[in-house]
């Protein structure tokens, strides 16, 4: 999903401008998929079984897609601020943020093409305040702003003093489709991954590491590692980015970033991770020019690899400063796609 796309044709909207039945009130434009963030870098979420939208820095599960839809005046009165609605999309059904009885909730409602009236419990007014930032002042309640709540991080409305600078009113929008990792539908590849003394990786759920081992007495199932590829719509050059996973006990485990660490993590995989950094996501490229090895820098934490330890008797998985001279051969692996043969 992309770019505008509702009413995108000019002739279309003249009609609907021209339209004698529509005096006052807002003709819907255009609509865009959106990621909304606060100035935290905290990201929207939305609850419509609770209508509740809050800020959350760690999200988990299927969230909510979130959309701006810009609406055009049909007077011809001239204002700076930009009539939209905000709305958000789960399990095929729409959610239309509004205000009601001065609070902020989400009504299930197909998107209006036109509202007859010249306030709407949808319509706010979208507004510059700053250099990258903006605000969203209420049709029906003037003067009252959307804004998050510092004790539980909830999106509600209240007043607003433009003279002031109040962080808790000022929102990012970013494109969705430049932040946005999708699962690629090719089947993911059982994989073994050796180091440079021919030691195996072995996962252990059941203390949440990975490490090197030699060969003998392993389980096929710990050993084997799947390659998850994803596709990423803003542009980079890092390298194929991709998520590891591993199969123990008919239960899924994921290779992630926590604290500065690499840890299992059992999860299903998401199918779209709409951030530009993920603590499941690293690329992977060539060690070095002319080799058939790799290393896998973390999207997460930047210009840090995955590398195995060498302090103490384990070699286990950790994340490691990157320097770029492609010598440190703890961040030197190889892959080998799984066969019958091995093992």
Not at 72 to 84: D, H, M, N, T, W
């Amino acid at each position: 999903m992309s770019g505008f796309t509702r009413l995108t044709n000019k002739l279309e909207l003249v009609q609907a401008l021209c339209d004698p039945s529509m005096k006052i009130g807002f003709i819907q434009a255009d609509s865009q998929y959106v990621i909304i963030m606060n100035i935290n870098n905290d990201l929207l979420n939305a609850y419509p079984e609770q209508s509740l939208l809050t800020f959350k820095s760690d999200v988990q599960g299927e969230t909510a897609e979130m959309f701006i839809d810009m609406y055009i005046y049909v007077s011809c009165r001239k204002k700076k601020e930009v009539p939209v609605v905000l709305s958000c999309k789960l399990n095929n059904k729409t959610y239309l943020l509004c205000v009601e009885n001065n609070s902020v909730v989400l009504k299930e409602s197909e998107m209006p093409g036109k509202i007859h009236s010249e306030t709407s419990e949808f319509i706010f007014y979208k507004r510059d305040l700053y250099t990258g930032c903006r605000t969203f002042e209420s049709s029906v309640e003037s003067g009252y702003f959307l804004a998050w709540s510092k004790e539980d991080r909830s999106l509600g409305l209240r007043p607003y003093d433009q003279d002031k600078l109040d962080e808790s009113a000022a929102f990012y929008l970013i494109p969705a489709d430049t932040r946005v990792f999708k699962g690629d539908p090719t089947t993911p590849i059982p994989s073994h991954v050796w180091n440079n003394h021919n030691e195996l990786l072995i996962a252990h759920p059941e203390q949440s590491i990975v490490k090197f081992e030699p060969e003998p007495h392993i389980e096929a199932e710990k050993a084997t590692f799947f390659q998850d590829i994803y596709r990423e719509l803003a542009v980079t050059n890092k390298g194929t980015p991709m998520a590891m996973s591993c199969k123990v006990d008919n239960k899924t485990y994921l290779l992630c970033v926590e604290n500065n660490s690499v840890i299992l993590k059992e999860d299903k995989l998401p199918a779209e991770i709409p951030t530009k950094t993920s603590e499941l996501i690293f690329y992977k490229r060539f060690f070095s020019d002319g080799q058939s090895s790799y290393c896998f820098e973390s999207s997460f934490i930047e210009n840090h690899c995955l590398a195995w330890n060498t302090e103490g008797p384990e070699k286990k998985l950790i994340l490691k400063p990157y320097s770029g001279n492609g010598i440190d051969e703890t961040m030197k692996f190889d892959l080998q796609e799984k066969t019958s043969d091995i093992l």
